[in-house]
């Protein structure tokens, strides 16, 4: 048993660090020092809505040391530096053996203990043997902290089906989800062209400077921008990282006849969709939606960093100790931070 700190709901958005007792890794376990851990829309997302339950411990986009091995566990050693996703499918039952691997049951146990935001965290058998990525020397932290979100952000390039070739993608939102979405397509498919769309000017400007085709704000601009980028033929794809009716509406007059549009953000609660049927009907376009990521687009993804065609690190804005985990909320909140990382607490409490 360790005694390390975690940042622990209390219900609502109040969070509080403390100590937090970890088992001695068992058969097939993994136990990491925290190294840096991400902030992600999900945990904004479950803070807002209360939906974490008190003594529940967030966060599962993760980099650790490995301080121990549980006995039979192969292909590490402490001190190696790993990143693990925190959902794994089971790989046979009937929903993975259709595709739809990230709707497995199985797939939604959480497999970091106590969670990502926690100075020691022990990892489960089947992330441990089937998802852990033991990092190189030359992938930093900041690279490998995106291994999850990066995964679900290909899954969701994937389910746009964009062209090999010549494509356009729209991005609406320029968040950190937003410009990974720009980041992944660049590096997945580089003959596609993006365009941004987001009402911020920073944020224009960065997605340019990151490689977007162009940036726009929403509305008859990106509407203008979009038929320049594809001759008036409209968007092959259109990937919405806002969520809710209104940008859901705008999507669909962005998208080309026969496009798709993939949803890749929540919407408000049981908040209906508002759109004329024969947009879809009668011109072929699709509304997907992407959740997640599988073991398929985590190996992918890790490729990607690996030989370094894909580089998430100028998403990364601010480093904070778990000590200041409100305050990095905030600054998310407020939009003042891209992607915030948090690094061990400063109040280290170890035995
Ligand atoms: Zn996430
Ligand atoms: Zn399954």
Redesign the pocket.
């Known amino acids: 048993m360790t005694h390390a700190n975690a940042v622990t709901c209390l219900g609502g958005e109040q969070t509080t660090l403390q100590p937090f007792d970890t088992p001695a890794p068992g058969p097939g376990e993994l136990l990491l020092d925290l190294r840096v851990v991400g902030f ?1 829309g ?1 945990d904004m997302f479950k803070l807002v809505t209360g939906a974490a339950a008190p003594g529940t411990v967030l966060g ?2 993760i980099v650790g040391e490995v301080a121990a091995i549980g006995p039979g566990v192969e292909g590490f050693a402490p001190g190696d530096r790993v990143a693990v996703p925190h959902h794994v499918p089971c790989g046979e039952c009937a929903l993975c053996r259709r595709g739809a691997e990230t709707m497995c049951d199985t797939f939604r146990e959480n497999l970091l203990f106590p969670g990502g935001f926690a100075d020691r965290i022990l990892v489960r058998p089947r992330a441990t043997a089937q998802a852990a990525q033991k990092l190189p020397d030359h992938v930093s932290d900041e690279a490998a902290v995106f291994l ?2 990066g995964a ?1 952000v290909l899954r969701s390039v994937h389910k746009g089906e964009l062209p090999r070739e010549g494509g356009l993608a729209v991005v609406q939102g320029g968040g950190s989800m937003g410009l990974l979405h720009l980041l992944i397509i660049r590096a997945a498919l580089p003959g596609t062209k993006v365009l941004v769309v987001d009402p911020v000017a920073e944020r224009m400007e960065l997605a340019v400077s990151l490689g977007a085709a162009a940036a726009a704000p929403p509305g008859e601009a990106a509407q203008a921008a979009v038929g320049e980028l594809s001759e008036g033929l409209g968007a092959d794809a259109v990937f919405d990282t806002v969520g809710g009716a209104g940008p859901l509406r705008a999507a669909l007059t962005l998208s080309r006849q026969g496009g798709t549009v993939v949803l890749f953000a929540h919407a408000g609660p049981d908040e209906p969709a508002d759109f004329p049927i024969n947009d879809l009907f009668k011109f072929e376009r699709r509304i997907v939606g992407a959740y997640s990521g599988a073991l398929g687009e985590q190996r992918e993804v890790f490729d990607l960093l690996r030989s370094g065609a894909l580089d998430p690190t100028p998403l990364v804005t601010h480093r904070l100790p778990l000590d200041r985990f409100a305050e990095g909320v905030e600054l998310v909140r407020q939009r003042k931070a891209l992607k915030v990382l948090y690094t061990p607490s400063n109040g280290k409490d170890r035995d």
């Open positions: 992600c999900t599962h986009e999850e979100p679900c």
